[in-house]
């Protein structure tokens, strides 16, 4: 009990530390901005407020200027059952990429940056 105490106050203070050293977002014309937000179309990030790795991707989407579907799976047991059942595992973050009839689970906040990344240049 005292253990998840310590674990849920540590995690407040992260995110406190993180909305507060948020990077600049990248400035993009209207036209640009739209493209952009339209390469987001079909994806969803399943993650843990509080996770570290999960931080980091909700860092990258903000620098990123980007807009995604979030999902916690701490806040929602659906989120959460959706992961593992789709997934096959209960890890953030993880980011579901549907197209069309496919679904894909990437997981590694790194690989999921360079996903963002590449998907909008």
């Known amino acids: 009990m005292l253990l998840k105490m310590l674990r849920n106050g540590i995690g407040l203070i992260v995110v406190g530390l993180d909305q507060l050293t ?3 977002p990248i400035q993009r014309t209207a036209d640009e901005q739209s493209k952009a937000q339209d390469a987001m179309k079909g994806l969803s990030l399943f993650q843990l407020n509080a996770c570290p790795f999960c931080i980091k991707t909700r860092r990258a989407l903000h620098r990123l200027n980007l807009d995604l579907d979030i999902k916690d799976i701490g806040r929602n047991k659906e989120f959460r059952q959706q992961l593992e059942a789709g997934g096959g595992r209960v890890q953030v973050p993880c980011l579901l990429i549907e ?4 679904k894909e689970w990437l997981y590694e906040s790194d690989d999921i940056i360079r996903f963002l990344e ?4």
């Open 22 to 24: 948020r990077p600049k």
């Open 99 to 102: 197209n069309e009839d496919q």
């Open 118 to 121: 590449q998907r909008i240049a």
